[in-house]
């Protein structure tokens, strides 16, 4: 069974940074590519980066939203991904869903969401 | 950045009834790769759909997707009191990911 469980989120003051994790289990870790999502309260769905395999070389790329904020890395002997938030605001305050991305299908498995809340 | 415009934003029907879902791109989506995603209250996403027309893993016969282009559309040919939810669009033929905004599908 494929499970992604977040960690890391609660509450933090504007400006300050946060590091989530994601923990992969039941798949080959190191030849997949993951995402990170979030949304925000009574709000859609919010795409914020992702990070291929190291075989394709470990590329990211990140929506312009959050570009230059937020960094997603990986440790493939951990089976770990993690998304760095700097110079956090408030509307940064979301749940965030870290996701299995598939070329062909998607986002196919999903965590189960790890909320985030930035206020004083 | 590809934008996804679904519609309606709400829409109320009543179980057994058909629903249809649209989705609507800015620009072509690449290779047809649009996901169709159900989400409960509390719940993460559920892949239902994807590049386009292909039922995911335990997605029920009763939810079908067609669309190529710029236009999309999910069906639920009868709908069952557990298909009243939210359906989020998603296109990832382009690197810069981006969802629809959602459409509710409530019971009427």
């Known amino acids: 069974e494929v499970r992604l469980v977040e960690s890391g989120g609660g509450l933090v003051q504007p400006g300050r940074s946060l590091r989530l994790s994601c923990e992969v289990t039941g798949l080959i870790f190191e030849n997949n590519a993951l995402s990170w999502v979030r949304q925000a309260p009574g709000k859609g769905l919010e795409w914020l980066g992702f990070?291929?395999?190291?075989?394709?070389?470990?590329?990211?790329d990140y929506a312009a939203s959050v570009k230059g904020r937020f960094t997603v890395s990986r440790d493939d002997s951990k089976s770990v991904a993690y998304l760095q938030m700097n110079s956090l605001k408030a509307e940064d305050t979301a749940v965030y869903f870290c996701?299995?991305?598939?070329?062909?299908?998607?986002?196919?498995?999903w965590g189960q969401g790890i909320r985030v809340t930035v206020s004083s | 950045e590809i934008v996804l415009t679904q519609s309606p934003g709400t829409l109320s029907l009543s179980p057994g009834e058909r629903g249809t879902l649209s989705c609507r791109a800015s620009q072509t989506v690449t290779s047809s790769l649009l996901a169709w995603y159900q989400q409960k209250p509390g719940q993460a996403p559920r892949l239902l759909i994807y590049?386009?027309?292909n039922r995911a893993a335990g997605t029920p016969v009763r939810f079908s997707g067609s669309g190529s282009g710029t236009d999309f559309t999910l069906t639920i040919s009868r709908l069952e009191p557990e298909d009243f939810a939210v359906y989020y669009c998603?296109?990832?033929?382009?690197?810069?990911?981006?969802f629809g905004q959602g459409t509710k599908l409530e019971i009427k």
């Open positions: 998603h296109q990832y033929g382009d690197s810069r990911y981006t």
């Open positions: 996701t299995r991305l598939d070329g062909y299908l998607g986002f196919d498995y």
């Open positions: 590049a386009a027309s």
């Open positions: 990070i291929g395999s190291v075989r394709f070389g470990g590329t990211t």
